[in-house]
């Protein structure tokens, strides 16, 4: 068995009115950090149909949140947990959680290399 920690990257696509409550269960469960942008997109759905002033139109692209977080130490089923739990309405468009193994990670500042790059040592 692997014992060797790994480093995660865990992109979250959300609705933007569930982003505050997110970044405080993050922090509670101990990631340390996070990235966040505004990004429009579709699923399956390819968006919905709304009216103004009469006409039907169809809107594309959705805006929501894109949550990046790279954990080293946080277990990872335990973040991905933590977000569904946080972000789940029950309903189309809640949005989707991507996870990929990162080769290494370096800190610009110090140079340091793999977890030591990503665990928050206050300085």
Known sequence: MDTE???Y???AVIRPE???????RLYAIGVTGI???DVYGCGL???QEE????NVLTVNLLPKVKVEIVIYETPL???IDTIRDTCNTGHVGDGKIFVSELLTAIKIRTGERGG????DDKA
Not at 18 to 24: A, Q, S, T, V, Y
């Open 5 to 7: 920690k790994k480093i």
């Open 9 to 11: 990257k865990v992109d």
């Open 18 to 24: 569930k982003l505050e409550e997110l970044k405080d």
């Open 35 to 37: 990235t966040v942008s």
């Open 45 to 47: 759905t390819h968006g």
């Open 51 to 54: 009216i103004y002033r009469g």
């Open 77 to 79: 089923e335990k973040l």
């Open 116 to 119: 030591d790059a990503i665990i």
